[in-house]
């Protein structure tokens, strides 16, 4: 049986014919790379996080969700990721689609227009009843968390 992937559909901001629509890097990319869709250059401080603007915004289909992720090349070599991570857009969401930076680097980050900043991964999500109980089921496990099970 072969498996259906969603469609996501996407528009471009006004002013950003320029950026290159988002696409996978390679075929067996997981994750949709988005730009920064900003005019001037942006320096992020050691520290400093800011609201990046993608010059996109999605309609995603029902059930699933639209997670958006840190490239792992920015986050290895210059300390870059998301304080959100991973960010959730929602299926009902349309507004332009943010990226919440975070340089945990040591030396100021400069971030270009066009600069590939994040990554979109479209996933299944499953909606759960929710019941209100006196007690849970037991476990071996039990409340047991935070390293308790030894290094």
């Not at 603007?53 to 070599?77: F, K």
């Amino acid at each position: 049986m072969i498996k259906k992937t969603p469609i996501v559909l996407f528009i471009k901001e006004p002013g950003n014919a320029d950026l290159q629509s988002p696409d996978y890097a390679t075929p067996g990319s997981a994750g949709i790379d988005l730009q920064a869709a900003i005019t001037d250059s942006l320096i992020l401080e050691p520290g400093e996080r800011k609201l990046v603007p993608t010059g996109i915004r999605v309609a995603i289909p029902d059930n699933y969700e639209a997670q958006i992720r840190p490239r792992s090349g920015l986050a290895l070599r210059y300390g870059i990721g998301i304080v959100n991570s991973p960010g959730t857009i929602d299926s009902d969401y349309r507004g332009e689609i943010g990226v919440i930076l975070i340089n945990h680097g040591s030396e100021p980050f400069t971030i270009n227009r066009g600069d590939r900043i994040a990554q979109m991964v479209i996933a299944p999500i499953t909606h759960v009843i929710m019941e209100e109980t006196t007690e849970l089921p037991d476990t071996e496990r039990n409340d047991g968390g935070f390293g308790h099970t030894g290094i």
